[in-house]
């Protein structure tokens, strides 16, 4: 199984960014999926969640400028950032929880995270 993330860029302050993660191999099916942003010098920190169904959570610093989503039948992950900040600036990464279709266990997956840079 492997999380493909993208379109992380530079962008100027109140410019808006669409990342994307792509899961491929051997899935049974995805459960909650997740976007995570670890900026230099601090800890990796869950901006924003998702379950199967849609019901999604976010970080209090980013309600209202991001929205997470999901498209079950791509098994890809979504997430449209809005109005950015510099504080925004970060490696933003994937996550996954999903039963793989060999084993049929619960499993976590890490994309292997996209830059996203906020020029003020």
């Known amino acids: 199984v492997q999380l493909q993330a993208s379109g992380g860029g530079l962008v100027q302050a109140g410019g808006s960014l669409r990342l994307s993660c792509a899961a491929s191999g051997s899935i049974f099916v995805i459960n909650d999926m997740g976007w995570y942003r670890q900026a230099p010098g601090k800890q990796r920190e869950l901006v924003a969640s998702?379950?199967?169904?849609?019901?999604?959570n976010y970080v209090e610093s980013v309600k209202g400028r991001f929205a997470i989503s999901r498209d079950n039948a791509k098994n890809t992950l979504y997430l449209q950032m809005n109005s950015l900040k510099p504080e925004d600036t970060a490696v933003y990464y994937c996550n996954a929880e999903l039963i793989d279709s060999v084993g049929f266990r619960i499993q976590h997956y890490w994309g292997q995270g996209t830059l996203v840079t906020v020029s003020s």
């Open positions: 998702i379950t199967r169904r849609g019901t999604a």
